[in-house]
């Protein structure tokens, strides 16, 4: 049964938009965002920015300075976060940088917990481990990685033989996701902002991490780069908003080759910050873009063609989330506004 009727319901208040702005009160650029699993019903937000903080937002609440005790916002970097995601207790923050650092950050007390480094360049991407969930202790410790892929998305006849210092967010060369493979710790999939590749890695100890299967997106003879991946629910599927302006879908079983691919006759991605959101019950994509200031929405199993624009944004759309436990709730953030559509 197709679910378009109820994206077509949905609605955006003005108590439900968010501004952001730096201390000077120029504008501040939200990138992503995401919900806490079950803390508070669910209806905790977690936003990062440009200006290196995090904000938390009652999405069950309003704007309105009567509600302000229910949002806070704390520093954990000197530079923009541009991934954050909720451990599966809902205690800690996985946070990511263009300091080229991770942290970890306890929500109550919005203590870092530790920090991650050896990354060369803007970290865009971290995510928890599935089932090895591990709280760090301490007092800010540093971690250094166990193992590490150099180049591991820049094909070797197009390395740089000079590194430049990275200033933006919107430098290439860079690994832009990278996800645990379901059920498999030695194993990883990564995606690629140069090579427009999606490889799947055996990084099992005592060897050197190798590629297993890999796939490249192409248009008119030249790659097209992976902003965002995500893994559904049933975690058989894998989604991917690729830079060519569509959605592609593979089964995990098999990625070397796409299973469906979604388009809109309006929809562009073009652009590295724009993210993928899957519902909770893998009916639903939702995704930024970076051409008509929309969020986009398909019905996974509908036409992949045709997709459900929710208007409203003035800028590029980059971070979209679902709420964790109900189709009712779906945010979408875009260059200095953020809008929940309910």
């Not at 302000?68 to 541009?82: D, I, R």
């Not at 306890?106 to 917990?113: A, F, I, R, Y």
């Not at 920090?115 to 591990?134: C, D, E, Q, V």
Request: proline letters at 4%; charged letters at 20%.
């Amino acid at each position: 049964v197709s679910g378009r009727s109820i994206l077509q319901r949905f609605q955006c208040y003005e108590d439900q938009i968010y501004y952001f702005y730096f201390p000077d009160y120029t504008s501040c650029t939200p990138f992503v965002c995401d919900y806490a699993h079950s803390a508070n019903d669910g209806n905790l937000l977690a936003v990062p920015d440009e200006e290196g903080r995090i904000s938390i937002i009652r999405t069950d609440k309003s704007n309105d300075i009567s509600q302000g005790q229910y949002h806070c916002s704390f520093y954990c970097h000197a530079n923009a976060v541009v991934d954050v995601k909720w451990s599966r207790d809902d205690t800690m923050l996985l946070t990511s940088a263009a300091d080229s650092k991770s942290r970890i950050m306890d929500v109550e007390t919005q203590q870092c917990l530790g920090t991650f480094i050896g990354h060369r360049a803007i970290l865009r991407s971290g995510n928890w481990h599935p089932t090895n969930p591990r709280k760090y202790l301490g007092s800010y410790p540093m971690y250094g990685p166990i193992k590490a892929v150099p180049d591991a998305h820049v094909e070797p006849n197009s390395i740089i033989k000079k590194k430049r210092p990275v200033k933006t967010i919107t430098a290439g060369r860079t690994v832009t996701c990278a996800l645990f493979y379901p059920n498999e710790e030695e194993k990883v999939i990564t995606s690629g902002s140069f090579d427009g590749a999606i490889k799947l890695w055996d990084c099992r100890a005592g060897r050197s991490p190798s590629t297993l299967q890999a796939t490249h997106f192409q248009q008119n003879g030249r790659r097209k780069g992976i902003s965002d991946m995500k893994i559904d629910h049933s975690e058989t599927r894998l989604f991917s908003v690729c830079m060519d302006s569509s959605i592609y879908m593979h089964y995990l079983l098999d990625l070397t080759e796409p299973a469906r691919r979604y388009t809109d006759p309006s929809y562009n991605s073009s652009c590295f910050t724009i993210k993928l959101s899957v519902s909770h019950d893998d009916q639903f994509l939702l995704a930024g873009s970076n051409n008509s200031n929309n969020v986009y929405a398909w019905d996974v199993d509908g036409d992949p063609t045709v997709a459900h624009a929710f208007e409203g944004h003035t800028d590029t759309v980059s971070g979209v989330a679902w709420h964790k436990s109900n189709n009712y709730q779906v945010n979408g953030y875009k260059m200095r506004k953020k809008k929940r559509l309910q």
